[in-house]
């Protein structure tokens, strides 16, 4: 059995579609940092590559840090990329409605689908669970956690997308023979 700690970065303070950007986090609030730090187990850690997710995952001050995945990376927004919800629906209102109401195969220009997404992490998350690990924390992004969310509650990413992932926040997982189990979503330590 393994046990997928994942882990949402802390925040950028960006009000737009924040992806593929390398914007860094706010690591300033020390004490969610150690509240976290002692919550987690002590586990091999593995983070997307963006600045966000690497930094938050080397303040953990893991034993074991495994090598950033972009595998692990949020969702690329491609053309709608640090754009507000707001100024991309005065140009586009069809699609970014689509977008968020139903997700799935309608992509930004230039970015990804949503099962374009949960493909991509599913296969990262897929190929860590062949190293055998017992506990493994993944700290990411908002759409990665989400992906897994989907993934072990089977349901569709529509359903997925009402929960809510705060910064800072742990969502475990656990999966033997191919069976998925989900603890706590959005757990703030």
Excluded: C
Aim: proline letters at 6%.
């Amino acid at each position: 059995m393994t046990r997928l700690w994942m882990v949402r970065h802390g925040p950028t303070h960006a009000k737009s579609m924040v992806g593929w950007s390398d914007l860094p986090a706010d690591l300033s609030d020390t004490a969610a940092i150690a509240r976290l730090r002692t919550y987690l187990p002590d586990a091999p850690t593995i983070s997307s590559d963006l600045i966000r997710a690497s930094a938050t995952a080397d303040v953990l001050r893991p034993r074991i840090r495994l090598p950033h995945d972009p595998s692990l990376r949020e969702i690329n927004f491609g053309a709608w990329e640090l754009r507000s919800f707001r100024d991309v629906q005065a140009e586009d209102p069809n699609t970014i409605r689509a977008y968020w109401e139903q997700p799935g195969t309608i992509a930004p220009p230039d970015g990804e689908s949503w099962n374009m997404v949960r493909r991509r992490v599913d296969d990262a998350v897929d190929a860590l669970l062949t190293q055998g690990h017992e506990n493994l924390i993944i700290v990411a992004h908002f759409g990665v956690i989400l992906t897994q969310v989907q993934r072990a509650l089977g349901i569709d990413a529509y359903a997925a997308f009402s929960h809510k992932i705060d910064n800072l926040s742990v969502t475990d997982m656990h999966i033997a023979d191919g069976q998925w189990w989900v603890g706590k979503i959005n757990h703030i330590p």
